[in-house]
T-cell receptor, first 114, second 111 residues
Framework: KAGVTQTPRYLIKTRGQQVTLSCSPI?????VSWYQQTPGQGLQFLFE???????NKGNFPGRFSGRQFSNSRSEMNVSTLELGDSALYLC?????????????FGEGSWLTVV | GIQVEQSPPDLILQEGANSTLRCNFS?????LQWFHQNPWGQLINLFY???GTKQNGRLSATTVATERYSLLYISSSQTTDSGVYFC?????????????FGKGTRLSVIA
């Protein structure tokens, strides 16, 4: 069975632009979460979606948004990019709610803002 | 507040050596997983282990939930074991709070 797929893997954007990252969870998984990883802050939670509903949101500015589609695929968008948004963005999926279920991560999307 | 602390932060081993990584957590948990982050950034599942002991080849893990810690054992280490090891916890009494990650242990295995 295919794992969690994230696209694009690498991208370079200019300050002020926006970016959309995509995540396809493991087939049958309905729960998707997003994390940002930077050297200074470690892994920080962005959003969690379950059956198209946002269940939880991390402490990030409104420039960061996300959504989940009926097929469980998820996208996150960052508008008005800043240099500090340069990071590895990781998507995770689980068959149900995270409690009691193994969580699987994709390979991540490396975003560089110049 | 809820916390996940990993130790040591850095570890350098000679190939073939054994090691123990530790994860302390501040409250009861519903979910605890160990991950290995490879040089390309992907987090690879090692164990789902909110309690008890599991083994997978040269790796094993033990979580003592009542004492709020988990240990990851790596035996006969290989250079491919290098990378960062993360412990991630879902706390039982935190409502919908997502997984909380420790800061990781960076392991370097030298040939």
């Amino acid at each position: 069975k295919a794992g969690v797929t994230q696209t694009p893997r690498y991208l370079i954007k200019t300050r002020g632009q926006q970016v959309t990252l995509s995540c396809s969870p493991i087939s049958g998984h309905r729960s998707v979460s997003w994390y940002q990883q930077t050297p200074g802050q470690g892994l920080q939670f962005l959003f969690e979606y379950f059956s198209e509903t946002q269940r939880n949101k991390g402490n990030f500015p409104g420039r960061f948004s996300g959504r989940q589609f009926s097929n469980s695929r998820s996208e996150m968008n960052v508008s008005t990019l800043e240099l500090g948004d340069s990071a590895l963005y990781l998507c995770a999926s689980s068959s149900g709610q995270f409690s009691g279920n193994t969580i699987y991560f994709g390979e991540g999307s490396w975003l560089t803002v110049v | 507040g809820i916390q996940v602390e990993q130790s040591p932060p850095d570890l350098i081993l000679q190939e073939g050596a054994n090691s123990t990584l530790r994860c302390n957590f501040s409250d009861s948990v519903n979910n605890l997983q160990w991950f290995h982050q490879n040089p390309w950034g992907q987090l690879i599942n090692l164990f789902y282990i909110p309690s008890g002991t599991k083994q997978n080849g040269r790796l094993s893990a033990t979580t003592v939930a009542t004492e709020r810690y988990s240990l990851l054992y790596i035996s006969s280490s290989q250079t491919t074991d290098s990378g960062v090891y993360f412990c991630a916890v879902l706390f039982r009494n935190s409502g919908n709070t997502p997984l909380v990650f420790g800061k990781g242990t960076r392991l370097s295995v030298i040939a």
